[in-house]
């Protein structure tokens, strides 16, 4: 116990066997010593309001300088009517707040500090899609691993990450914040990320909670606009939305937030069925239920609560345990249980998973755990983690396009051009949803650059315009740097074009007509329709938002130290009207072809994507041979194993994604074309050839049935294997009866 001297004033430590437990301990494992028993009698002793303080979030203000507490603050905590804070952070702020928790009120109850942590705290690494295009959650536990480091380090005990909406709209500025198109993917992520904020157990001092969010189909927004309605089905919730909710919870989240949009007719913030009914009551999901920002209040602009007492009651009875800054819970929610208009076993189910969680975190043995500035001087921006971000900076960076081995660039150039409006654009390096990051922390490509090639070579910079041509026509080879800045992805960036701005696009024909080695870095949160660019630029990287180490990881890339080795996690679309487009859609029953008039396609454009999911290039050529499976039949609960053989036919080493997807022939209810079931990263040598092996479960061959249940209907698969959903080779095989 830290601040022990605090704790035994209060009358805090008279709340029972909860106080019996804190005083028995003499460090942190207290947490695990707190039995629901002594929450109980800590809950028995709460007013009413006591207990909806305890449930209302509030907010810190940030501005240029980091965050701070809004005037009025202190005195709600000492009122006990704020239980946890969003976005105040720094180990000295919260130990002043949690201090007066502590110490001045009257039950003594610590307070959670809670931000968006998302791909990183101040080590900021690639934006959440890009870390999705290094097919390696291995890398992006370890990226959420070292932000919840820095962040436990910084005051922080709950981040609102990881995102793990679906997405198949490019249009929607929040596909930056997922792991993009595909469920399997997905999946792998979400876990990861769990895995990688909570770490081994919540009481231990660099473990944060975790949050899935935004539960759910906040990405079925129509028309791509951010908080539009979703109208989905029941098997598109089942198949599509629930799957990555389903795997971060099984891997232990422990908390879930909401989402701002309604689900068939019902806000997420009012809907009883899926909160109580699934996520509660099928999925036995017993963490905590955070509303989404004011999403309680907007029950109001819904339309289905009369004002904002009706909103608060309708959110307490649907599920939502926190009420992050409507004040409401707090305001509100006492005079309607003392009217009898609420439920209060609502009111004590959700403060009691509140009171554990702060249990389960250790605060009641130890409330100042996070408050240590030496250790945030420590944990922060340490080189170590640098290196981790740009590691997976450079795994994350997809080669779209190689034509003529323009790249790698040769170190040997006497001049280079880093030209366009991202090139030294420090703060688009970040990325959208960075709030905790520093821009001056960031490396640019000009810097990157710069650094890599030394001062033998003339590094030549101009963000735009004639300045840029100029510099371009007097370098030897041009980086061309554009895409979309920072903030024009993320929340409410919706957007109904997606073509390169047209400065841009007229910057990079010109340069193209110049006749150089040109090699386009593309930045931006979400797909673009660039097929313009595609048809003249003969290398182009996808970069996303790649994070402090942007400028560092580049070079490494660019000048063939590393091979680039992503793979894009989302279809781009040659045109916006093609939207939405996936890899995975079903066949129809009249599959898209170029010879029939009337079947599943455009008439003014190809059904296919511009680069179909999966794709991405390296430096080398990598063959594809000899598919074998251990059996053509699979006895029904037995497994296949599969291997191939891949060789690295190129100069450089590599790291190639392999990636597995089957198709189930005939079914009772209709099968995607092809469905992502494993992919892995093998390093090859030049020159080198590696046996890959992958064993699939009979749960790789189950669908929902008419009834959404899971079974494993026997019958005729196909099995595909490559380096992108447009696989290399191909088997066949029966699932017995
Ligand atoms: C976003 C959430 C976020 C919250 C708190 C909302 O606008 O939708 O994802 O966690 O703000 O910052």
Known sequence: MSDPSGLNRREFLGAGTLAAAVLASAGAKAAERIAAADIDALLA??????????????????????????????????????????????????????RIAVEETRLGIPLLFADDVIHGFRTIFPVPLGEAASFDPAAAE?????????????????????????????????????????????????????????????????????????????????????????????????????????????????????????????????????LRGVLRGAWKFDGLIVSDYTGIRELVAHGVAADDAEAGRLAMEAGIDIDMVSGIYADLLPAEGKAGRLDIAFVDAAARRLLKAKAALGLFADPYRNCDPARAKRDTLRREHRTAARDLARKSTVLLRNEGQVLPLSKAVRS?????????????????????????????????????????????????????????????????????????????RSRVALDLAPDQQALADAVLALGKPVATVIFAGRPLTIGALANRAPAILWAWHPGVEAGAALADLLFGDVSPSGRLPISFPRHVGQIPIHYDHRSTGRPASESERNSAKYVDAPWTPLYPFGHGLTYASVRYEALTL??????????????????????????????????????????????????????????????????????????????????????????????????????????EG
């Open 630 to 735: 251990s059996s053509e039949r699979v006895a029904p609960g037995a497994a296949l194993d599969v291997a191939f053989w891949i060789a690295n036919e190129g100069r450089f080493a590599v790291e190639e994604v392999v990636q597995l997807y089957l198709h189930d022939e005939v079914a009772s209810t209709t099968r995607p074309v092809k469905a992502l079931k494993r992919f892995a990263r093998i390093a090859l040598a030049p020159g080198e050839r590696k046996r890959a092996r992958f064993t699939l479960t009979a749960a790789d061959f189950a669908l929902l049935d008419a009834d959404l249940a899971p079974v494993v209907e026997p019958g005729g698969f196909s099995l595909f294997v490559g380096g992108s959903s447009e696989t290399a080779l191909e088997a066949r095989f029966t699932v």
């Open 416 to 492: 280079v051009a880093v030209i366009g409006p991202l090139a030294d654009d420090r703060r688009s390096m970040l990325g959208s949803w960075a709030p905790t990051g520093v821009a001056a922390d960031a490396i640019t490509p000009r810097e990157g650059i710069a650094a890599a090639l030394g001062s033998a070579t003339r590094v030549l910079h101009a963000a735009g315009g004639e300045a840029a041509l100029a510099a371009a026509r007097d370098a030897d080879a041009v980086i061309l740097c554009l895409g979309e800045d920072w903030d024009m992805s993320g929340e409410a």
């Open 45 to 98: 002793r709460m007013t009413l309001a006591e207990k909806l303080g305890q449930l209302a979030q509030a907010r810190g203000q940030r501005n240029d300088t980091g965050p701070y507490v809004p005037a009025g603050s202190e005195a709600d905590v000492r009122a006990g009517r704020i239980g946890s804070f969003l976005s105040v952070y720094g180990a000295d702020t919260t130990r002043r707040l949690q």
């Open 142 to 274: 370890k990226a959420a691993r070292i932000a919840a480091v820095e962040a436990t380090a910084n005051g922080l005990h709950w981040t609102y990450a990881p995102m793990v909406d679906m997405a198949r709209d490019p249009r929607w500025g929040r596909v930056v914040e997922g792991a993009g198109e595909d469920v399997e993917l997905a999946c792998r992520f979400a876990e990861a990320r769990v895995r990688g904020f909570q770490g081994g157990k919540l009481s231990d001092p660099d473990a944060m909670m975790a949050t899935a969010k935004h539960f759910v189909a906040y990405g079925a927004a129509e028309g791509g606009r951010d908080y539009d309605v979703a109208d989905v089905s029941p098997r598109r919730l089942a198949e599509y939305y629930y799957p990555p909710f389903q795997a971060a919870i099984a891997a232990g989240a422990a908390s879930v937030m909401a989402a701002f949009n309604e689900v068939n007719g019902v806000p997420m913030h009012a809907n009883r069925e899926l």
